[in-house]
Each structure stands twice: as structure tokens, then as C-alpha cells.
């Protein structure tokens, strides 16, 4: 008789929240995790990331520094960039950092006619596609992307946000 023997390895996140903004509405950090691990479910690493909730003033300031576009933006990502010298275990485990501005969030959710929450997890997700070098500069890529994010959402019980509300 042949046995099988199936090792199962339970994929370790190291988040990182940080708020740094005087809005109310935040996720707790739970639900951030859980969309973070949603995203990253079946990858082989263990993972490192940051997230940093801001207000418009740090957004904007962010956002101009790094993208040259005067405003806020509603998520912000960073891909960690660690020199190709080091072993791939450890430059594919550490993600990067995440900036995403409460009040855009906010404002946006309302005027899309959606829950707050769910357009909480969809950003964490899209952020979080960004530092796995997913991309939507160009209509095929955002077609991966948005397919993919939509998906992901599904999984959560999350209306697709591509979707126009009427």
C-alpha cells in the first residue's frame, strides 16, 4: 500500500500598519490582513509589508514627489527595490509599502454609490497587485489586472467596482 504524504506550509505576513491621519473610518487591522493574504493566498513566501493610512496633506505631498501629480491619490505603492545580489527568498518576500489617503477613499466611495469598507479592500488589493509588478498603464494589462482584482473581490463577497451602479 502506498501512502501519500502532502506537507502543507502556512504562508507567514508580516504587516505593518501605520495611521497617520485623524479620520474615523479606518479598517481595523484584521481586515487589512485578511485582503493582504487574499491577494497572496498560495504564493510560496512569507511576506513583508507596509501599509500607511494618511491624510490628504501627506497623500498630495506623496503623490507629487514621486508621481508629479499635485493631489492625492487613493493608493500609492512602493515596490521594495533590493539588490539583485541578494537571495531571491528574501527580495521576493519583502513587498514593499502601501500609501493610502482616507479621505480619497472615503470621498471616492461615496460618490461611487459603495460600501466604504469594500473600496477599502479593493484598494488594499489593486496596491498589493501593484507590488507584485501587476500594471494598468496599458489596456491589456488593465484588463489582467482588473480581472484578477475582481476575482479576488468575488472570493470576499465584493461586488466588482468596474461595474457602473445605478
Known amino acids: 500500500m502506498t501512502r501519500q504524504v502532502q506537507t502543507v506550509v502556512l504562508?507567514?505576513?508580516e504587516l505593518d500598519i501605520q495611521t497617520a491621519t485623524?479620520?474615523?473610518?479606518?479598517?481595523?487591522d484584521d481586515q487589512f490582513k485578511l485582503w493582504v493574504e487574499t491577494v497572496l493566498v498560495g504564493k510560496p513566501n512569507d511576506f513583508t509589508l507596509a501599509i500607511r493610512v494618511v491624510d490628504e496633506q501627506e497623500g498630495q505631498r506623496l503623490n507629487r514627489q514621486y508621481r508629479n501629480k499635485d493631489h492625492a491619490t487613493n493608493v500609492?505603492?512602493?515596490?521594495?527595490?533590493?539588490p539583485e545580489t541578494l537571495p531571491a527568498e528574501i527580495r521576493l518576500?519583502?513587498?514593499?509599502d502601501l500609501v493610502i489617503c482616507a479621505p480619497v477613499v472615503s470621498r471616492e466611495a461615496m460618490q461611487q454609490h459603495r460600501p466604504e469598507t469594500d473600496h477599502w479592500a479593493?484598494?488594499?488589493?489593486?496596491?498589493?497587485?501593484?507590488?507584485?509588478?501587476?500594471?494598468?498603464?496599458?489596456a491589456d494589462e488593465a484588463t489582467v489586472m482588473e480581472s484578477l482584482e475582481t476575482k479576488?473581490?468575488?472570493?470576499?463577497?465584493?461586488?466588482?467596482?468596474?461595474?457602473?451602479i445605478s
Open 122 to 138: 479593493h484598494l488594499t488589493i489593486h496596491g498589493v497587485l501593484h507590488l507584485l509588478g501587476y500594471n494598468h498603464e496599458v
Open 22 to 28: 485623524t479620520a474615523v473610518n479606518i479598517p481595523r
Open 152 to 164: 479576488i473581490l468575488a472570493g470576499l463577497g465584493i461586488s466588482d467596482p468596474y461595474q457602473e
Open 76 to 82: 500609492l505603492s512602493f515596490p521594495l527595490d533590493l
Open 93 to 96: 518576500s519583502q513587498l514593499g
Open 11 to 13: 504562508m507567514e505576513i
